[in-house]
């Protein structure tokens, strides 16, 4: 009897407790609905609104406008030369289109940027661009963002995208820097065409694999490789990164990659195949055709860089054409970024003086010239602590750090170098591996990535460089190459050359317009 009691009062208890949570369910359902409603037209009408400035700007400008997100487009690097060479081919084809950048570069104007890519990349735009400079860079800056960097960032991208698209409503929103968050907002809030290039993806399965595998790198700290609990947080956030990531980018109508190492990876985790296509960057593999390639030993062909060297400006020749100079130089080009690994540059570099030892043709007949873009005081302090290592390793003497130079200086150092150096792992693609390979440059690259996959690859049967991927096969390599007879050094340097015809700006050109072709046909409509 007191058991039959004893249930009949848990049924009434679980009875009262199921009242009360429906009590509370249903308000709860009808204010989620209200709120979601609330929500979609909030939504809504920003949407109308920002079709309004665009209506009205198209009004004024008299047709159609296309936007390129650059943050960053006064840098200097690879990924500025994709969009000056974008805005040229877009410029020569559409001439009824307006164009429009969004920068987040401060204290500088126009003109001056657009100097600045002329001076860099010989590249000079046929029509005026207007530019939106944007006052909330610092909120895409890694520096922001001491932890969870990857998700700071593209949010942090996401509010500066809405301050671009505030400050113009464009027709057709190109995001050439990866920030693919931004492409939801101008479709979706902006109502505009959305296209992306991508350089290199902001997750990948790579950078899984280094944390799974607690692999200590520049995108994973000591004190998490060491912890396994850490390291597998950082997995699960990883994943969920890259599926939120793939989700944004598969908002892009139309979606172009550097190389076939990012095409794997995009694929993966864009899902998007029928819109996707690989459009090599543009290499100015063209201004390095007047770089002479003979016997590299002929008396002729000293006269020959000699005047060469006088053409570009160079002062006192340090080095003629390759085997038997006094001086080998070892150029490396590249922005001074952490996954460029400069250090792996220097180390390797003492490496091999320590091979070829003092006298004739030993440390004193060889240079490591460093050349590349400084973004911002973190760059400048990573340069500060790479001239500390120099001296450190004691080849202080031996490197040289050539920061943001012009164009002519650049071809002249690769005119004059005999191996063009290059040690980032998993580079997405590597400008700077083609630009030392049309200039006649011997290139040793990193094995992996895009100059593994892309360009160090045999061409019609020939050998076009040399891969390492570790400070003792690095100076090995050098060793090795340093070691070659002038015939067999020009007999790599031409196949090279022939090579990267495909790596042109009118190869980019060409197959860039054919990418956008359908998202700029609908537009002049």
Known sequence: MAGHEHQHHFSLCFCDLMRLLWSLVVPCAYLSLLLTLVLLLVLLGVRMWLQGRRKARRARDGGPAVAFFHPYCNA??????????????????????????YTGDQGVTGEQILEGARQRFNITLPRPVTFVFLRHRLLVEAASYPHFTLLGQSAGSMFLGWEALTACVPDLYVDSMGYAFTLPIFRYLGGCKVASYVHYPTVSTDMLSVVRERNPRFNNADFI???????????????????????????????????????????ALWRSPSRTSIVYPPCDVRAFLDVPLEEEDEDEMEEGWEELGQELGSGEEEGGGGGDRKCHSIVSVGQFRPEKDHRLQIRAFRKLLDRKGE??????????????????????????????????????????????VPFDELKRELVDATIGLHTMWNEHFGIGVVECMAA??????????????????????????????????????????????????????????????????????????????????????
């Open 76 to 101: 200097g690097g690879g990924g500025e030369r994709v969009l000056w060479c974008s805005l040229r081919a877009l410029m020569h084809r559409y001439p009824g289109v307006s164009f429009v950048v």
């Open 359 to 404: 006298g004739p043709g030993g440390r004193e007949s060889l240079r490591l010239v460093l050349i590349g873009g400084c973004r911002n005081q973190e760059d400048e302090e990573r340069v500060l602590m790479l001239r500390g290592l120099c001296q450190e390793l004691d080849v202080s003497d031996r490197v040289d750090f050539k920061l943001n």
């Open 225 to 267: 490789s060491r912890n396994p609990v850490l390291s597998a947080v950082k997995v699960v956030y990883y994943c969920c990164f890259a599926l939120l990531y793939g989700l944004a980018g598969s908002c892009s109508d139309v979606i172009m990659v550097n190389s076939t190492w990012t095409l794997g990876h995009i694929l």
């Open 440 to 525: 006649g440059t011997i290139v040793l690259a990193h094995k992996s990535g895009g100059p593994k996959l892309d360009i160090v690859v045999p061409y019609e049967g020939g050998q076009t460089g040399f891969l390492a991927d570790s400070e003792d096969s690095y100076a090995a390599v050098m060793e090795t190459i340093l070691a070659l007879s002038p015939a067999a050094r020009l007999e790599i340097r031409r196949n090279a050359r022939r090579s990267v015809e495909r790596f042109s700006d009118q190869e980019f050109e060409a197959c860039f317009l054919a990418a956008v072709e359908s998202l700029m046909s609908k537009l002049e409509r």
